[in-house]
């Protein structure tokens, strides 16, 4: 993510403050080791991301459901994290200074931001799809809604980045420049010149900082979390429930009255399982077998749907909270957040991009089976 106090330290800009400096800035070995780094997340990611796009629109072909969908949106979000975010992290690693105009310095921030906003989004869309199926109200214009509306956000919120990220030269002279937030340069400027007035620059900067990361994580973590801390407790009590039921069902046959307690059981799902194991009585036993197997058929895909949204989710919070808990820290303990900010930002914000790489592990069960076969059979 980039925000307003994420440009590269200023010896990496700007080597020294003296204006007598004219070459530009020098790759240093912390350079490379983040290089490196990016190319093996950008050469790995990418035709995973590629490979999953191709899997989920030949599973698209059949039937078109609301969380299909949904994987579809998250892995373009992956995907322009890693095609965007990465590779111009690769390219100004190479370079170490911006060799274009300040309208794609504005322009590739704005991306920067957009795609990280619709990653968050769209991981909401899926714990809110996850919490309204339970409740019997999620259909595909619910979810073309949600995503819409994701989208639409992500957008509106990555719009300041326009107004804070500017081309900027050291000096006059100066034959090369680098793509800063407005309040670096400012600061930049005031120091070089002697003054001491910092306050100003500082306060802007901190507030648009915390507007993003707020936008960005904390407020999708926060519904993500509330979301599905309510969906887990009404899932399980459902589902052992149903498997009571099943197990009854099984061992004994049900007379008037275990249907008159049964009935009472609030959701449908219950209610649709009660009325099937009520042919006990009859000479319908093959249909009632059949059906009780489809009704523990559908509790194992209900059940499978919700662990592979809650391991996207622990997937997201893993990589994404050490970054911003880490920026939090720095409103705390600024003098001390300032010690370990220019080596440990950059390697907290990769563990972003990693969680693009190892999504479609995630959504795709079948995925790195298929993966793993296909090196058995190539290594053979």
Partial sequence: M??????PKEQELFGNSSSHFIGPPQRITEDNIRLGLMIVLFLAGTPLNVSAMMRLRRSMLSSVTPLKQLKRHLNISDLMIL??????????????????????C?????????????????IVCIAI??????????????????????WTLAVATSLPQFAVWTVYRPYETATWQQCVSIWFAREYDIRTRNKTSLAEPLVSSTAYSVYHVLIVFWIPAALLTICYLRLAMVVSKEIYCECECVKQSQSTPLTNGNMSSTDQHVTSGR?????IISFSSSNSGRFEKASIRHQCVTMRRKRNAIHTCLLLIVAYIFCWLPY????LWGLIDHDSYQQWHNTSVAFLRYLIVVNSVTNPFIYLPKFRSALCSSHAVQSS
């Avoid at 990465?86 to 300040?102: A, G």
């Fill in 2 to 7: 980039d925000i307003a106090d994420e440009a």
């Fill in 83 to 104: 095609l965007i975010y990465t590779s111009s992290q690769i390219v100004w690693l190479i370079t170490v200074d911006w060799r274009s105009n300040d309208s794609m």
């Fill in 106 to 122: 504005k322009v590739l921030k704005f991306s920067h931001a957009l795609c990280f906003s619709v990653s968050s989004n769209v």
């Fill in 129 to 150: 799809h996850r919490f309204s199926m339970v409740f019997g109200k999620s259909t595909k214009r619910i979810t073309t809604i949600s995503l819409w509306v994701a």
């Fill in 271 to 275: 209610r649709l399982l009660s009325r």
């Fill in 324 to 327: 911003n808990a880490f920026f």
